[in-house]
T-cell receptor, first 114, second 112 residues
């Protein structure tokens, strides 16, 4: 149980375009979803926390207008990277509190902006 | 916010032991340990919920010192499959409003 499905697994886009990443909780309701970004050889850095039905909470230094988060239902949270640039190329991953003993992660999305 | 891990990297020969430490400047309610292989999502190893708790599975175990705000991961008789980057993390999954932060990470390489 407690599966989070993340799509797409990878995406290559042109500079200036927007990219949407989806995370769906398949067998549980995720009232909260955490979004992380990981640059090569670095740790996973929390970008924002999305809460169903309310505005997301962004970590310091993360541009809320650039990384749009929507959590419209208990099973779907989306991250949209707007006007993507090469420096946004990274590994993005979502996570939700799946049960009392841990967090469930999506499989991650490798974004490459060319 | 982010826990600090040490060492940053370690190389072991198969069969050797290793210890990875995780230290937080804030109070820890729980400590989670994950292993990440290159290009993959982190895989949950274990969670320690109470100060003083020790837990293990096969040859990987961990301890949690709540007072010192520290946790350690012990890998015994390492295997090639143990290679990866290990992250500790802090958060309270029972409290959905509580953010989860990963540690700085420790790269572990096991060589034959």
């Amino acid at each position: 149980g407690a599966v989070v499905s993340q799509h797409p697994s990878w995406v290559i886009c042109k500079s200036g375009t927007s990219v949407k990443i989806e995370c769906r909780s398949l067998d549980f309701q995720a009232t909260t979803m955490f979004w992380y970004r990981q640059f090569p050889k670095q740790s996973l850095m929390l970008m924002a926390t999305s809460n169903e039905g309310s505005k997301a909470t962004y970590e310091q230094g993360v541009e809320k207008d650039k990384f749009l988060i929507n959590h419209a239902s208990l099973t779907l949270s989306t991250l949209t990277v707007t006007s993507a640039h090469p420096e946004d190329s990274s590994f993005y991953i979502c996570s939700a509190p799946g049960n009392l003993y841990g967090y469930t992660f999506g499989s991650g999305t490798r974004l490459t902006v060319v | 916010q982010q826990p600090v891990q040490s060492p940053q990297a370690v190389i072991l020969r198969e069969g050797e032991d290793a210890v990875i430490n995780c230290s937080s400047s804030k109070a820890l309610y729980s400590v989670h340990w994950y292993r990440q292989k290159h290009g993959e999502a982190p895989v949950f190893l274990m969670i320690l919920l109470k100060g003083g708790e020790q837990k293990g599975h096969e040859k990987i175990s961990a301890s949690f010192n709540e007072k010192k705000q520290q946790s350690s991961l012990y890998l015994t008789a390492s295997q090639l499959s143990y290679s990866g980057t290990y992250f500790c993390g802090t958060g309270d999954p029972a409290n959905t409003g509580n953010q989860f932060y990963f540690g700085t990470g420790t790269s572990l390489t096991v060589i034959p």
